[in-house]
């Protein structure tokens, strides 16, 4: 198990560095905001303030702790000395985030020699904080956290997301239409960090993405793992990035098994 002590101080920093670039992207938003790059198509937008996010997020980190290593969903990286790695997502939801919506947040995860073991997600348009530490469980504002219990398969509540490539969302429009008439019905919130935060808290039965990539899983997967939930990817691949599943015991199993039915891992 961490020293308990350094869980304390990488909590610390992530609350900081949360709270700081939640700020930051609440209350210097421009009213003018618009794209200043793409990356992976020209919908999956980069705009000013997810730089100036990370930035600050970097600069924190990097002024307290000195010889930890980093990864940042804008480009920010580097190999430290110390066996810990923070893995951010400056502005999780920037689609949201540019049109006012209020689903978008701050991830910050720490991990320890590859293991996350500090997880934060601020959301503050919603006003909600959540954190966990490995092996402490979950928290919301100070309140503990629990998934919801599995219910019948047909009252599900489900969470999803799609990827922006055409070919990627053709077929995961192909999926959900094979998924969405067996459950209660289906969500979409536009910010996965957020949505596996909602899995924790009770409000979502379970989630799936496709195409996540270590800054969307990080922090949140944490804090629904430590809400009850599991977390995983094809049986098989625990971890594998091609599609990942969040779910208390019981949904896991049937979301998984389903998605593997549907073809969800292949185009």
Known sequence: MPDQTLLD?????????ARQAGALLRDGRPADLGV?????SPVDVVTEMDLASEKLIVELITGRRPDDGYLGEEGAERTGSSGVR?????????VNYLYG???????????????AVVGVVFAPARGELFHAVLGRG???DG????????????QALIATGFGYALGTRTHQAEVLNGLMPE???IRRGGAAAIDLCDVAAGRLDGYYERGLAPWDL??????????????GGRPGAEAARELVVAAPPGTFERLRARLEELGAWHD
């Open 86 to 94: 923070w893995v951010v997502d400056p502005l999780d939801g920037t």
């Open 183 to 185: 459950l209660r019905d």
């Open 9 to 17: 101080e990488l909590l610390d920093v992530a609350l900081d560095a």
């Open 36 to 40: 200043a790059a793409t990356k992976s």
């Open 143 to 154: 309140r503990p956290l629990a998934v919801r219990p599995a219910p019948p398969w047909g």
């Open 218 to 231: 990080a922090a949140g997967g944490l804090i629904a793992r430590e809400a009850g939930a599991r977390t």
């Open 101 to 115: 919506l209020p689903s978008w947040g701050v991830s910050v995860a720490a991990e320890l020699d590859g293991e």
């Open 138 to 140: 979950a928290q919301l």
